[in-house]
């Protein structure tokens, strides 16, 4: 079956130093996977996607994610962490269903930033 | 790009009482749409997937009887939440898929007292 795993259930950083979110995933076939951040009370914001090609995947807010099939990881990272990133990061992926992509999500990671 | 609307994005209700929760997309068209559901501090599951014209397809375990999805619209689906108890207070969120994404409604949180 399908499944993400986020191992980390909580990090903290100082505000401009580096980041990583590790992400593994199960399936069997090619992946299509994303990276969401949650702001409290809010709802998802899509970072980054990948789908296929390159596998160095940039997004917004400076984040960028490696996909690497022989580890089957897709771990996001940022050079310099801003006190705003400070937030619930959810990696996924999609299974198609009825034509659909169905998303199955990690449990997530939250994130602290010390200034 | 595209948005996706949720009303209310709070409510509180009493226990025994039904909630509906309404999921637009503003934008575009949507002939499905995602029914999530998130407990504090946790991951999002996948409660339901509504179909424009037709019913819902429900995830294991998730009471279709209690959680009523009507996709009545091109752009509208409602998830009611029937005879609501407190152990159904939790944070409601909907999708609909994109051409290579889904884009999230920002959420109801519901609180059952």
């Known amino acids: 079956a399908q499944s993400v795993t986020q191992p980390d259930i909580h990090i903290t950083v100082s505000e401009g130093a580096s980041l990583e979110l590790r992400c593994n995933y199960s399936?069997?076939?090619?992946?299509?996977l994303f990276w969401y951040v949650q702001s409290p009370g809010q709802g998802l914001q899509l970072l980054l996607k990948?789908?296929?090609?390159?596998?160095l995947v940039q997004g917004i807010k400076g984040f960028e994610a490696e996909f690497k099939r022989s580890q089957s990881s897709f771990n996001l990272r940022k050079p310099s962490v801003h006190w705003s990133d400070a937030a619930e990061y959810f990696c996924?992926?999609?299974?198609?269903?009825?034509?659909?992509?169905?998303?199955?999500f990690g449990a997530g990671t939250r994130l602290a930033v010390h200034p | 790009g595209a948005v996706v609307s949720q009303h209310p994005s709070w409510v509180i209700c009493k226990s025994g009482t039904s909630v509906k929760i309404e999921c637009r997309s503003l934008?575009?068209?949507?002939?499905?749409m995602f029914w999530y559901r998130q407990f504090p501090k946790q991951s999002l599951m996948l409660m339901a997937t509504s179909n424009e014209g037709s019913k819902a397809t429900y995830e294991q375990g998730v009471e279709k009887d209690k959680f009523l999805i009507n996709h009545a619209s091109l752009t509208l689906s409602t998830l009611t939440v029937t005879s609501a108890h407190p152990e159904d207070s939790s944070f409601y969120i909907c999708?609909?898929?994109?051409?290579?994404?889904?884009?999230f409604g920002p959420g109801t949180r519901l609180t059952v007292t």
């Open positions: 999708s609909a898929p994109g051409r290579d994404e889904q884009y």
């Open positions: 990948y789908f296929s090609g390159d596998t």
């Open positions: 934008d575009f068209q949507a002939t499905t």
């Open positions: 996924a992926v999609a299974t198609l269903s009825g034509g659909y992509n169905k998303l199955i």
């Open positions: 399936y069997g076939a090619t992946p299509y």
